[in-house]
């Protein structure tokens, strides 16, 4: 057997964390298992999908590196195979007109509401004779399902999960318009797309027993079914925006990597032994769905922040540089990306994210004559410039241009002047810097090159 899964969302809105990590459980699942992930688009909400949720989703998962087969499915345009099989149902006496009127249902919600029960649709159309319809009810068509006995789920991640039918109703499958409801078309979908196995959150499982009556009616072979734990946050809360429920752009925004972000969601919920850095060919040798726990997970972003900080340091630099000019907007400038790939290795090392990473290297990039901050003043006063202007006719020597060197003249002119290498590194580093924390300075020379330097020592003694 060929392990098909899907992803399968609704574009109402982005490609949420949640919903990003199903879609990566779903993509280990077939690519461990040398099968077949695709996508489908739920927008069978005509008045709440949008084209722009669909370049949302779309571009989320494309940026995760979740690539799926085939063409991308949607639901909306299987309306007529959707209807096709409620009347097959329909045909063999396995589903029913309902002619209940709208004033009826509220009646019937009202009941129920003070009972202190669910909402239950009371079957009353189920065996009637449609002969007895009333006049001008457009008729939905429901689905004829047992009333005795039970309906059992073997979960692949909840175990084994029961129902007594009397707790279900019959749902509509068509509505009076003749077009198919959600819970309907998943199942027609899923079916036909040949998916093996569905795995999704675990707020679907009751959907799970009402779609199971319909594989049975129409007598087909059932898929595997895995419901995984939701994201909580730190609080152990329902996640939500204040706890990182945001889209997967907001996260690309805020500067995380895409194969840390992988990561990331592959442990919220799922384990391998003591391992968090899981690169992308172990999670697909390893994963599977005896590795997925039953309890929620927690949403902790020190965690995804120390995680993204691992894969910047092993990341290249060239490419980290080429995103850090399209942050400071000099992308396509040579020099300034040179000069930021080559400064990349000590602003890495002290960033946990892009925009960190951005923010940290912006002093690279700053026109001339830099404005320093305020603690970097004070760093400049009479007495430092002093200094400065001393090292500036040692720097204006021959020597060659490298940290090390930088750092030898340096403390050789410090020690000349009965002064501590501090008191000539402070001051250097608000002119070269225009702040009072950088990479180490002498690597910051090296990286700035003799001219960029020197200039920028003169504007700060100008500036004086």
């Not at 009353?124 to 008729?139: H, L, N, Y």
Request: glycine share 10%.
């Amino acid at each position: 057997m060929t392990v098909v899964t899907r992803f399968a969302p609704s574009p109402t809105g982005f490609l949420h964390i949640g919903g990003a990590r199903t879609a990566l459980f779903n993509w280990l699942f077939a690519r461990h298992h040398g099968g077949v992930f695709r996508l489908r688009i739920e927008d069978t909400d005509r008045q709440r999908s949008t084209q722009q949720a669909i370049d949302a989703i779309i571009d989320g998962l494309k940026w995760l590196g979740l690539d799926w087969d085939d063409e991308t499915i949607f639901q909306f345009a299987r309306a007529p195979r959707h209807a096709e099989v409620a009347m097959e149902m329909l045909k063999q006496g396995k589903a029913y007109y309902c002619y209940t009127t709208p004033e009826e249902l509220e009646q019937m919600r009202a009941a129920a509401r003070a009972a202190g029960k669910p909402m239950r649709y009371d079957g009353r159309w189920r065996d009637r004779d449609p002969k007895d319809a009333p006049q001008g009810v457009k008729p939905v068509v429901r689905l004829k399902a047992p009333t005795a006995g039970e309906t059992v789920v073997q979960d692949k991640v909840q175990g084994e999960v029961r129902v007594a039918n009397e707790q279900l109703d019959d749902m509509v499958l068509l509505r009076s318009d003749g077009t198919p409801t959600y819970m309907h078309s998943v199942v027609v979908d899923d079916h036909d797309m040949g998916i093996t196995h569905v795995i999704r959150g675990d707020d679907h499982l009751t959907n799970t027993f009402r779609q199971l009556q319909i594989y049975q009616a129409m007598g087909w072979e059932l898929p595997a079914f895995a419901h995984i734990p939701l994201i909580h946050g730190p609080d152990g809360a329902k996640l939500s925006k204040r706890h990182g429920a945001l889209g997967v752009e907001a996260y690309r925004d805020m500067g995380y990597l895409p194969e840390a972000l992988r990561n990331y969601l592959l442990r919220l919920g799922w384990g391998h032994g003591d391992d968090e850095i899981i690169s992308t060919a172990q999670a697909i040798e390893w994963f599977d769905l005896d590795g997925v726990g039953r309890a929620p997970s927690r949403f902790d972003f020190a965690k995804l922040d120390n995680l993204n900080g691992h894969y910047l340091r092993q990341a290249e630099d060239a490419s980290l540089a080429g995103e850090v000019a399209r942050r400071l907007g000099v992308a396509g400038d040579a020099q300034l990306e040179q000069r930021l790939a080559a400064g990349m290795a000590g602003l890495k090392a002290r960033a946990k994210t892009l925009k960190e990473l951005a923010d940290n290297a912006r002093f690279y990039i700053l026109k001339r004559p830099l404005v320093p901050d305020d603690k970097a003043r004070a760093h400049l006063a009479a007495t430092a410039l002093q200094v400065l202007k001393g090292l500036r006719g040692v720097l204006a020597g021959p020597q060659s241009w490298n940290g090390t060197d930088l750092e030898a003249a340096a403390r050789e002119f410090a020690e000349s002047n009965g002064i501590k290498l501090g008191q000539v590194a402070q001051p250097l580093r608000a002119a070269l810097t225009g702040a009072t924390t950088s990479p180490p300075i002498f690597e910051v020379m090296q990286v700035l090159g003799r001219e960029e330097t020197l200039g920028r020592i003169d504007d700060a003694l100008a500036g004086g």
